[in-house]
Nanobody, 116 residues
């Protein structure tokens, strides 16, 4: 079982930067690929970014490429999402995900609101 706790979400203005963190409880954090997803009001949850267990491979949704950066610190059991040049359409609840098939775990989410 992996418990994930996201933090760092808050109200910001368009163009601002924000870094989200996701702390994992599992001592086997290193074996999990980690990802960030988001869900805006009235919309389905969508993929944002993912990072391999070692951190050597990353993948992003097209709309986030060049603005968002995912990283992880396996010594701290933490994954990060650096978000730059934020836009109002980035407003959503951001969720952390730990995945090693067949297991997948979700955090409770952290709210990011971008005002215009």
């Amino acid at each position: 079982q992996v418990q994930l706790v996201e933090s760092g979400g808050r109200l910001v203005q368009a163009g601002d930067s924000l870094r989200l963190s996701c702390a994992a409880s599992s001592p086997t954090f290193i074996v999990y690929a980690m990802g960030w997803f988001r869900q805006a009001p009235g919309k389905e949850r969508e993929f944002v970014a993912a990072i391999s267990y070692s951190g050597s491979n990353t993948i992003y949704a097209d709309s986030m490429k060049g603005r968002f950066t995912i990283s992880r610190d396996n010594a701290k059991n933490t994954v990060y999402l650096q978000m730059n040049s934020l836009k109002p359409e980035d407003t959503a609840v951001y969720y952390c995900n730990a995945n090693q098939p067949p297991d997948t775990y979700w955090g409770q989410g952290t709210q990011v609101t971008v005002s215009s």
